[in-house]
């Protein structure tokens, strides 16, 4: 137990890199994904892509642009 408490701070500034580092590389880019996707179909909606080459055309643009805008 004394090495613990010696130790505390260590272990802690472990835990925050560590919850940091799942948020960055795991949460981060999920939540991203989620807007993007989101955007791009109301987007497809309102503009009414029916032609399923533009449609995917239409995906495949405005998703690069949107992960690229957030950095991913």
């Known amino acids: 137990m004394e090495k613990i408490k010696e130790y505390r701070g260590i272990i802690i500034l472990i835990l925050i890199i560590i919850l940091g580092a799942f ?3 795991e949460l981060r880019p999920r939540n991203i994904i989620r807007e993007c996707n989101e955007n791009i179909y109301k987007l497809m909606i309102e503009n009414d892509k029916s032609n399923s080459e533009v ?3 239409f995906y495949d643009f405005n998703y690069k642009v949107c992960t690229r805008k957030h950095n991913l």
Request: hydrophobic share 15%.
């Open 23 to 25: 948020y960055w590389y």
């Open 55 to 57: 449609n995917r055309n």
